[in-house]
């Protein structure tokens, strides 16, 4: 893999995945010997945010996307959300970082499962901002609809209120492992990548 970085503290559940016992997160590394399927290089941030947004509405919600650089390399960070499944209630949030290049990509991920009670941070907040504040327009695609909203209870301000959430779990799983993360030279080497292959 041409990606490492600290799983301390988790237990290795395969060659790629690391799980926590106590928490039921997952976190696993990917490597793709293919072109990016990035809708629009990283360069073109409002658009890439926008056909992110919109590419994810049918199964969930992207709740934010960044750039960020991993070993001086920019890479793109996806916060998301989708319904667990097989329950009738609850929520997965994703935090995944991929660096793409030109002809491949490698990726590390956090998946962080609502567990006991879930709707508690939306519940709450609600009845501090108002239901008529809970559900803005999506910042990338104003005017989106999709299988979940976008909501304002997913906002990063609220995280120290609720610092076992897992939204907030996944963030700093970010905040820790970016920082350490590395890069094998020659796949940090690689050319750019520079936007999806055209038809």
Request: charged share 20%; with cysteine.
């Amino acid at each position: 893999m041409p990606i490492s970085f600290d799983t301390g503290g988790l237990q290795q559940l395969d060659s790629n995945s690391w799980g926590d016992p106590g928490t039921g997160d997952v976190v696993t590394q990917s490597y793709f010997d293919l072109v990016p399927d990035l809708p629009a290089p990283l360069e073109e941030v409002d658009l890439l945010r926008r056909a992110l947004a919109e590419g994810r509405a049918e199964t969930g919600c992207l709740i934010e996307a960044f750039i960020i650089w991993v070993d001086r390399v920019p890479a793109l960070l996806r916060m998301e959300k989708f319904p667990l499944p097989n329950q009738p209630s609850g929520l997965a949030f994703v935090a995944s970082i991929v660096v793409p290049k030109d002809r491949c990509s490698a990726a590390f991920q956090i998946l962080c499962p609502e567990t006991g009670t879930t709707g508690i941070r939306e519940a709450v907040l609600m009845t501090q901002i108002g239901h008529e504040n809970m559900f803005p327009p999506h910042p990338y695609a104003p005017g989106l609809g999709g299988r979940l909203p976008y909501n304002a209870a997913d906002d990063i301000r609220w995280d120290p209120q609720f610092p076992d959430h897992p939204l907030t779990r996944a963030r700093n799983w970010v905040a820790r492992t970016v920082p350490t993360a590395r890069l094998a030279p020659g796949f940090a080497a690689l050319p750019p990548f520079t936007g999806p292959l055209r038809a």
